[in-house]
């Protein structure tokens, strides 16, 4: 299994402003997934990240909102752009693992205040 | 529309017991299911999949069964411990999508 690795675990962040999350994963893969996982709620995925192209977002998200970066085959960033306190959630990096199962970081807890 | 949902939201068994976590889903084309376990403050952990060419497929004392017929998934839970208690959430994968679907989660208590 792969090992994922987010920063930061946890934030709190004035509304307005933006925060933007590391996913450092330590094999290459070909696609990353950023999931968000609303309080006491099940995780939905925002959008699909492949490196050397645009990310694929899903119904509901878009990218001037969750500006999404992969610049190489470990790494992914997630903006959650000018926040609101609807944005608290906890953010998540997953990746592909070998029989297409997938492999989650411990997530990203965010407050927005 | 199209989901994948749980038919209860929270159970409590008594440490020891053996545990079903029940799961719907409502699309034929789905051909692979996981099973995740979420303990507070971390992120979901693979537990056990199956694939749709399967009915049933054990682990170290979990076993998922797959009903296509009425569209279920369950999640059984042997001998449960303290340790056992998380949030279960199924998830299915879409015949050559990559996304998977996730349920809404159940809640587990293992009572002392």
């Known amino acids: 299994s792969a090992v994922i690795s987010q920063k930061p675990s946890r934030d709190i962040c004035q509304r307005g402003t933006s925060l933007t999350i590391q996913c450092q994963v330590d094999?290459?893969?070909?696609?990353m997934f950023w999931y968000r996982q609303q309080p006491g709620q099940s995780l939905t995925l925002i959008a699909t990240?492949?490196?050397?192209?645009?990310?694929?977002?899903e119904s509901g998200f878009v990218i001037d909102k969750f500006p999404i970066s992969r610049p190489n085959l470990t790494f992914s960033t997630l903006t959650v752009s000018n926040m609101s306190p609807e944005d608290s959630s906890i953010y998540l990096c997953?990746?592909?693992?070998?029989?297409?199962?997938?492999?989650f970081g411990q997530g990203t807890r965010l407050t927005v205040v | 529309g199209e989901s994948v949902g749980l038919h209860l939201p929270t159970l409590s068994v008594q440490e020891g017991d053996n545990s079903i976590i029940n799961c719907a889903y409502s699309?034929?084309?789905?051909?692979?299911f996981i099973w995740y376990k979420q303990e507070s403050g971390k992120g979901p952990q693979f537990i056990i999949d199956?694939?749709?060419?399967?009915d049933k497929r054990q682990g170290q004392r979990v076993t998922v069964l797959l009903n296509k017929t009425v569209k279920h998934l369950s999640l059984q839970i042997a001998a449960t411990q303290p340790g056992d208690s998380a949030v279960y959430f199924c998830?299915?994968?879409?015949?050559?999508?990559?996304?998977?679907?996730f349920g809404q989660g159940t809640r587990l208590t293992i009572n002392p």
């Open positions: 094999s290459q893969v070909t696609m």
């Open positions: 199956i694939r749709s060419n399967m």
């Open positions: 699309n034929s084309a789905s051909d692979y």
């Open positions: 990240a492949n490196q050397g192209s645009e990310a694929t977002y």
């Open positions: 997953s990746v592909e693992g070998l029989n297409t199962e997938a492999f």
């Open positions: 998830a299915e994968k879409r015949g050559g999508a990559q996304k998977l679907v």
